[in-house]
């Protein structure tokens, strides 16, 4: 039963978080998803209450959309393009492993699974200190054309990668506008 909240929890989700990433930006559903992804993972660590747990899994599997599908649009899109297939790959290899880890847990090490929830909770937390400084997918600025941000976003990530030259050009669809 508990996992049948976390796939209508997720089904519902997808219909409603990919139009809020087009509508707010990829950081802030991506961060809002995390804040409720760990916080249902440490209610879930404390509860005793199985309807408690129910609504937890349920709120967990809609988060799941914007770690998942959200969180990778928002990678893809600071990537270079060069840089895009073996990323993906890599991240959706680390996916499965998650999965792969936790059974081989749970099979032959322990199966007190309070250390994974802590550990999932710590990874939450800091992925959100993470994406925070991270600036919004320059991609999806330009699309709403708030070009001035886009370039601020492409010079921050310039910045995280030691690069010196400041980005100030026009870009195609601002010309053409």
Known sequence: MLGSNIFAGWTLAALVLPRQADIYGRRLVFMSAILLQTVCFAGLYFTSNLYVAYVLMFLFGGAAVGRCSISYLFLMELLPKS??????????????????????????????????????????????????????????????????????AINTIARINNRQEAFDSQFDREVED
């Not at 699974?113 to 909770?121: D, G, I, N, Q, R």
Request: hydrophobic content about 40%.
């Open 83 to 152: 840089r895009q297939v073996i990323t993906g790959t890599i991240l959706s290899m680390n996916n499965q492993l998650t999965g792969l880890i936790g059974c081989l847990y749970f099979w032959q090490i322990s199966k007190d699974w309070h250390w994974l929830e802590l550990y999932a909770c710590g990874s939450g937390i800091l992925s959100m200190v993470g994406v925070y400084f991270l600036p919004e997918s320059p991609k999806y600025l330009v699309s709403l054309k708030k070009y001035d941000q886009a370039r601020q």
